[in-house]
């Protein structure tokens, strides 16, 4: 069983930045897929960007060229370095894994705020 929790949230100004936290504990798959979501109020939840245990990267097309997702795998945390925030980042963000085809875990989520 995997438990994750996100940190590192907050309210910012537009153009500013936040380095969000995903802390991963129990049995931690050595291959698996981490990933972060985000939900905006009404809206679906979204695939901001992953990360596999090899470090390969993928992001969606909004948060390209401002976020970076990383892993330090030696502590079981991910990160999202989010620069540039604008508005429509406001969403309450999600650490994900995945892991042999059929686990899933999610954690409880932080809230991302940017004022504009």
């Known amino acids: 069983q995997v438990q994750l929790v996100e940190s590192g949230g907050g309210l910012v100004q537009a153009g500013g930045s936040l380095r969000l936290s995903c802390v991963a504990s129990?049995?931690?798959?050595?291959?698996?897929?981490m990933a972060w979501y985000r939900q905006a109020p009404g809206k679906q939840r979204e695939l901001v960007a992953t990360?596999?245990?090899?470090?390969?990267?993928n992001y969606a097309d909004s948060a390209k060229g401002r976020f970076t997702i990383s892993r330090d795998n030696a502590r079981n945390t991910v990160y999202l370095q989010m620069n540039g925030l604008k508005p429509e980042d406001t969403a309450v963000y999600y650490c994900n894994l995945r892991a042999l085809g059929y686990l899933d875990y999610w954690g409880p989520g932080t809230q991302v705020t940017v004022s504009s």
């Open positions: 990360i596999t245990s090899g470090r390969s990267t």
């Open positions: 129990g049995i931690i798959f050595d291959i698996n897929t």
